[in-house]
T-cell receptor
Framework: AQSVSQHNHHVILSEAASLELGCNYS??????LFWYVQYPGQHLQLLLK??????LVKGIKGFEAEFIKSKFSFNLRKPSVQWSDTAEYFC?????????????FGQGTTLQVKP | KAGVTQTPRYLIKTRGQQVTLSCSPISGHRSVSWYQQTPGQGLQFLFE???????NKGNFPGRFSGRQFSNSRSEMNVSTLELGDSALYLC????????????FGSGTQLSVL
C-alpha cells in the first residue's frame, strides 16, 4: 500500500532562514508527487508537482522540490522564508497508473515563521 | 471562474443521525474527490467520482457513500453518525486526467455530538 511520511510535524523559523521539509513515500511503481499548502483560513492549494522530466521542480512563491528516486524522497525547499509562508504543508503521492483524484497525503508539517 | 463550492460550511449533528454534504466543482471539471481531514489522521481519501461513476474508493466503512450528478455536482452521505466522524470534509475537483492538480473547496466542518 502507498504511504507518505513527513518527518517534521512542526517547524519554527525566523524570517530569512532556509527551509527544508522532508517527505518520503512508499510505493513500488511510478508516481506523481505533489506539495500542497494550506494558509491560515484558506483552502488547500498546489505549491508544485513532479510528473516526469527534471527532478528539480520549481513552484509558486520561490519554493522548489527535488525528487530523488533512489531515496523515495521529494523534499521541499525554500532558500529564504517569509512571514507569509506560515502555513501547513502537505506532501502527496499518487500512482502514475491511477486516476488523478486519489492522493495519499502525508500528515502535514506546520510551519511557523517568526517576523 | 468560480472555485469549488462546498455547502454547508458547518454542521452539528448527534450520534446516529445521517448527514449529506454537497460539492459543486469548477465548471468543466468532471472529477470530484472527497477527503476527510482530522488532526490525528490527517487527510484521508474517501472516494472519487468521474462522469457519475465511482472510480476510486478509500478504506472507509459503508456508512460513507457518495454520488455524482450529470452536472458533475457531488454529494456525500454519512449514515449512523459516530463521534469519530467529526472532521473537516474536503471536496476537490479536476478535469480527471493523471497527474493533474486538484482544486480544493473550503470544506464542511462536521461536528458529531
Amino acid at each position: 500500500a502507498q504511504s507518505v511520511s513527513q518527518h517534521n510535524h512542526h517547524v519554527i523559523l525566523s524570517e530569512a532562514a532556509s527551509l527544508e521539509l522532508g517527505c518520503n513515500y512508499s510505493y513500488g511503481g511510478t508516481v506523481n508527487l505533489f506539495w500542497y499548502v494550506q494558509y491560515p483560513g484558506q483552502h488547500l492549494q498546489l505549491l508544485l508537482k513532479y510528473f516526469s522530466g527534471d527532478p528539480l521542480v520549481k513552484g509558486i512563491k520561490g519554493f522548489e522540490a527535488e525528487f530523488i528516486k533512489s531515496k523515495f524522497s521529494f523534499n521541499l525547499r525554500k532558500p529564504s522564508v517569509q512571514w507569509s509562508d506560515t502555513a501547513e504543508y502537505f506532501c502527496a503521492v499518487n500512482a502514475r497508473s491511477s486516476n488523478t483524484g486519489k492522493l495519499i497525503f502525508g500528515q502535514g508539517t506546520t510551519l511557523q515563521v517568526k517576523p | 471562474k468560480a472555485g469549488v463550492t462546498q455547502t454547508p460550511r458547518y454542521l452539528i449533528k448527534t450520534r446516529g443521525q445521517q448527514v449529506t454534504l454537497s460539492c459543486s466543482p469548477i465548471s468543466g471539471h468532471r472529477s470530484v474527490s472527497w477527503y476527510q481531514q482530522t488532526p490525528g489522521q490527517g487527510l484521508q481519501f474517501l472516494f472519487e467520482y468521474f462522469s457519475e461513476t465511482q472510480r476510486n474508493k478509500g478504506n472507509f466503512p459503508g456508512r460513507f457513500s457518495g454520488r455524482q450528478f450529470s452536472n458533475s455536482r457531488s454529494e456525500m452521505n454519512v449514515s449512523t453518525l459516530e463521534l469519530g466522524d467529526s472532521a473537516l470534509y474536503l471536496c476537490a475537483s479536476s478535469l480527471g486526467q493523471s497527474g493533474e492538480k486538484l482544486f480544493f473547496g473550503s470544506g464542511t466542518q462536521l461536528s458529531v455530538l
